[in-house]
């Protein structure tokens, strides 16, 4: 099943307490974003990968980290998670852009993380 | 710069009524606008792209380029749209970034 994994669903954590987030795809796309979900202010995009050690950062990057080693994953990384970080976070990844146009984007389950 | 607004955050109608959830965007480029769902406890998915002109789940939703708006109708609510509903816009000049709105919560009341 072509799917997005993200792991832990859930975190509670402490702050200052480094963390990651994993993200995986079994779909072979090339472009991998991270955003996050808070009320009011509905998805913004931490950081994206449009292939294998090319990130860049996103509308709100300040905070995290990224990296792309392989393909597949995309995990985000909290060096020193502060508590303004609890929020609801989602992995998505695409195929290639074909022609002008952008392909769907496809999204995991979310990992809600809370920090102390 | 980019943006996506979507100005009512909650919109509660009967069951068969008419709905429609609003989007505005501002943009630089070649937007593409989509329309995603999110329904209780499961993850965002795709409803509408408006290069697709379709119709899915009786939901369409027109470009309109004067008014920079890509507002999604239904002629006939179900109880069953009830759930979060996210206008997004990607754009080719800007290369990966994305952009969503705020969000509207859709109650179908019975």
């Known amino acids: 099943e072509a799917q997005v994994t993200q792991n832990p669903r859930y975190l509670i954590t402490v702050t200052g307490k480094k963390l990651t987030v994993t993200c995986s795809q079994n779909m072979n796309h090339e472009y991998m974003s991270w955003y996050r979900q808070d009320p009011g202010l509905g998805l913004r995009q931490i950081y994206y990968s449009m292939n294998v050690e090319v990130t860049d950062k996103g509308d709100v990057p300040e905070g995290y980290k990224v990296s792309r080693k392989e393909k597949r994953n995309f995990p985000l990384i909290l060096e020193s998670p502060s508590p303004n970080q609890t929020s609801l976070y989602f992995c998505?990844?695409?195929?290639?852009?074909?022609?002008?146009?952008?392909?769907?984007?496809?999204f995991g389950p979310g990992t809600r993380l809370t920090v102390l | 710069a980019q943006r996506v607004t979507q100005p009512e955050k909650l919109l509660s109608v009967f069951k068969g009524a008419p709905v429609e959830l609003k989007c505005n965007y501002s943009y630089s480029g070649s937007p593409e606008l989509f329309w995603y769902v999110q329904y209780s406890r499961q993850r965002l998915q795709l409803l509408l792209r408006h290069i697709s002109r379709e119709s899915i789940k009786g939901f369409t939703a027109d470009l309109n380029k004067g008014e920079t708006s890509f507002h999604l109708k239904k002629p006939f609510a179900q109880e069953e749209d009830s759930a979060m509903y996210y206008c997004a816009l990607g754009n080719l000049f800007y290369g990966q970034n994305f952009v969503f709105g705020p969000g509207t919560r859709l109650s179908v009341l019975p």
């Open positions: 998505a990844s695409r195929s290639r852009l074909a022609g002008s146009t952008y392909n769907e984007q496809f």
